[in-house]
């Protein structure tokens, strides 16, 4: 995998009315609802122990 492909943009802002956060990549976009991002943070911690035990 290249360092292009691993490129992701975090742009803060609205959607709809509702803060959060846009997160785009060559793949695709994604909107994150700022009520969801301290839960999608605590997931993301277990989800990157789970991989370091992969190795």
């Known amino acids: 995998m290249s360092d292009e492909q691993r490129?992701?943009?975090l742009t803060?802002?609205?959607l709809k009315n509702k803060r959060g956060v846009l997160?785009?990549?060559k793949e695709g976009r994604?909107?994150?609802p700022a009520f969801?991002?301290?839960e999608i943070?605590?997931?993301l911690g277990g989800i990157?122990?789970?991989l370091?035990?992969?190795k």
């Open 7 to 9: 490129l992701i943009k």
């Open 12 to 14: 803060p802002g609205m």
């Open 23 to 25: 997160i785009e990549s």
């Open 30 to 32: 994604v909107f994150i």
């Open 36 to 38: 969801c991002l301290p």
């Open 41 to 43: 943070r605590r997931q």
């Open 48 to 50: 990157q122990n789970k």
């Open 52 to 54: 370091e035990v992969m």
